[in-house]
């Protein structure tokens, strides 16, 4: 089975428009997302337009505060301290990469937890590693997501989690440990990753290297997920070698159309999640 992301994104999107088009007849409010883009790097041009449109699509009212690439991070720190104790902001989010000049920690512990749509704020780490409510980064979450469509209870699996970085799998380690998984992280140092591989009912690919996720990786019925984005020619391919892997697996995500467009439907659900906890 391919699993569509893309119809998954919209079906969430319309879950997220339907809510907040209720809580706007009962309120008269919507929720605000403050999205700082620093620079004119095109990849982040372009997550922002999409992040933006799509917020609009769902009735997020979006703003994008722009800044030139020689900005002080001075300056960036009094703007999200000005978004902080903005009662209207419901949700703030910077796009990485910044530019060399800023301290992307500085930038990130600055967010306030209840506006950190991408869930990268220390506290909200913390109480996601120690089982509590907390704001999830969209990438795990939408993951997590598509997992669950496809296996209601993954109480029990072996996950075997490609890549430890913040943004993916440390974070998809904690929400799937909190779904009772047994979980495994693999890393550039870890031995025989084949081996690992081979162990799971469910991988999540999350490494940056094209196609490395082979069909002799994936035991039969497995539940693949491939996070990675790589570009490899005009083409972009994910980290599991898709056309091999089709056959072995019992589902898998295309790239691309799997695991991209859960992961703005997610910033969107965490928005409208930011937005409720302040009505309350
Ligand atoms: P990252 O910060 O570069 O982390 C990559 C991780 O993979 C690291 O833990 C690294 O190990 C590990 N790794 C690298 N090469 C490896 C190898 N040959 N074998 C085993 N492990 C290896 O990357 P990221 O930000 O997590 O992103 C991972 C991929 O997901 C990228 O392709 C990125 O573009 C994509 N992505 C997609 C979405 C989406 O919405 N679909 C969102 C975010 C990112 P070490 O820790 O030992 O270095």
Redesign the pocket.
């Known amino acids: 089975m391919i699993i569509d992301g893309k119809k998954e994104a919209a079906a969430l999107r319309e879950e997220i428009k339907k809510e907040i088009s209720l809580i706007k007849k009962k309120t008269n409010k919507i929720p605000e997302l403050a999205v700082i883009l620093v620079g004119d790097f095109l990849p982040s041009q372009i997550y922002v337009r999409n992040k933006e449109k799509n917020a609009k699509e769902v009735g997020i009212n979006s703003s994008v505060i722009r800044y030139s690439k020689d900005i002080t991070e001075k300056e960036i720190l009094k703007k999200i301290n000005e978004l902080n104790n903005d009662d209207k902001i419901s949700g703030i989010l910077v796009q990485l990469p910044l530019p060399n000049q800023i301290n992307k920690e500085q930038i990130i512990n600055s967010i306030h937890p209840s506006k950190d749509v991408d869930g990268f704020n220390p506290e909200n780490v913390g109480k996601l590693a120690s089982g509590y409510h907390a704001i999830v980064p969209c ?1 795990p979450l939408g993951c997590l997501l598509l997992l669950k469509r496809i296996e209601k209870n993954l109480s029990g699996k072996h996950a075997v989690i ?4 913040n ?3 440390k974070p998809m380690a904690q929400l799937l440990l909190k779904e009772n998984c047994t979980v495994t992280i ?5 031995k025989n ?1 084949k081996e690992e591989c081979l162990k799971g009912d469910i991988i999540i690919a ?4 094209a196609n ?1 996720v082979k069909k002799d990786w994936v035991k039969d019925g497995s539940i693949v997920i491939d ?4 570009k490899m020619g005009e083409k972009i391919v994910g ?1 599991v070698d898709f056309n091999e892997v089709k056959n072995i697996a019992k589902a898998i995500t295309p790239v691309p159309g799997g ?2 467009p859960m ?1 703005i439907a997610c910033l969107l659900k965490n928005t409208l999640e930011c937005f409720k906890a302040r009505l309350t």
């Open positions: 990438t490609l890549g430890r970085s943004l993916n799998g693999t890393h550039s140092r870890t990753l999350a490494v940056g290297v490395l996070v990675g984005i790589n980290d695991v991209g992961t």
